[in-house]
């Protein structure tokens, strides 16, 4: 079982689109009620979040296709289709994307807040997908039974949190750069904090209850050394650790009040949340490579 830096990226930026998708799709519905900081943080990342979004996608699976030995196998799962995570997984990142340009269109157009059934119908559907995407590449891993590593219910839920968070970064990042209405989003972003705090905490409780299930198994072990004293630690306690779970919790908590109104606090925020997503991806991946490694080296 071989993977490589490429899986790394796909996991990684699929987790990104479907999050920031479902995040931008969030700000749109709160400005519908007409608030003026949810109104103008819509503004400000509606257009710029779809097109960072339908890239991430399409560059997660241009990694993909590279990583793959054989690429002209991946059409096979569209001409001879199976009930499978990855059939699953790549209808609905195909599906995702094309709503995604659809979206994009609408909102190049002026046309973000029309309400028509076909409308309304197109954002339910890219919602929906959306979560497909975020979840199913947990789900993929946690179906592969020769890695002990990726053996609980725990890793999709963590690569689900994660890309919920990584949505929000994306927001944050996106609503920094018009700085003229920066000040007017504070109240809407402060929200958006809030839930990232909770999905934060929900993160480090779900990494909490995969180590305890961890603990009873021998050969999962292996893995667990390998990121926490071994040769992973540096990517699993400064990558994921510190950058993606305890201080973005800190500086949410702790330094919000203060550092809300400046864009750079948003820009250090979202570079930390998304820096974590990333390294939690690569320290499963390759904390099971290592696993596998092990196993197969007797």
Excluded at 54 to 80: I, Q, R
Excluded at 214 to 225: I, K, P, Q, T, Y
Aim: with cysteine; proline share 4%; net charge positive.
């Amino acid at each position: 079982m071989l993977f490589s830096d490429l899986i790394v990226w796909y996991l990684f930026l699929g987790g990104v689109g479907g999050g920031l998708c479902l995040a931008a799709l969030f700000v749109e519905h709160r400005a519908r009620s007409g608030k003026r900081p949810w109104v103008e943080l819509n503004r400000a990342i509606a257009k710029p979040a779809l097109v960072v979004a339908f890239t991430a996608l399409a560059a997660g699976s241009a990694c993909l296709m590279k990583d793959l030995a054989l690429p002209e196998k991946a059409l096979l799962l569209f001409v001879k289709p199976t009930f499978s995570a990855i059939t699953v997984g790549t209808y609905a990142l195909t599906g995702l994307m094309a709503c995604i340009a659809l979206l994009a269109v609408l909102a190049f157009r002026e046309r973000a807040f029309a309400r028509p059934l076909p409308g309304i119908a197109l954002r339910a559907a890219a919602a929906v997908l959306s979560l497909v995407v975020i979840v199913y590449t947990g789900v993929l891993l946690s179906s592969m039974a020769a890695v002990p590593l990726w053996l609980s219910v725990c890793i999709p839920v963590l690569f689900t949190l994660s890309s919920f968070s990584s949505g929000i970064a994306g927001v944050m990042l996106l609503s920094a750069f018009p700085q003229s209405t920066m000040r007017q989003t504070v109240p809407a972003l402060r929200t958006l904090l809030a839930v990232d705090v909770v999905l934060i905490a929900l993160e480090i409780a779900t990494v909490v209850a995969l180590a305890v299930h961890l603990s009873g198994d021998a050969a999962a072990l292996a893995s667990v050394e390998a990121l926490v004293a071994g040769q992973l630690a540096g990517q699993f306690w400064i990558g994921f650790a510190a950058c993606g779970l305890v201080l973005p919790i800190v500086l949410e908590v702790v330094f919000s009040s203060r550092l809300s109104g400046y864009p750079t606090y948003f820009i250090v925020l979202g570079c930390l949340i998304l820096t974590g997503a990333f390294f939690l991806r690569y320290c499963t991946i390759f904390g099971g490579v290592h696993l596998s490694a092990f196993m197969f080296a007797f």
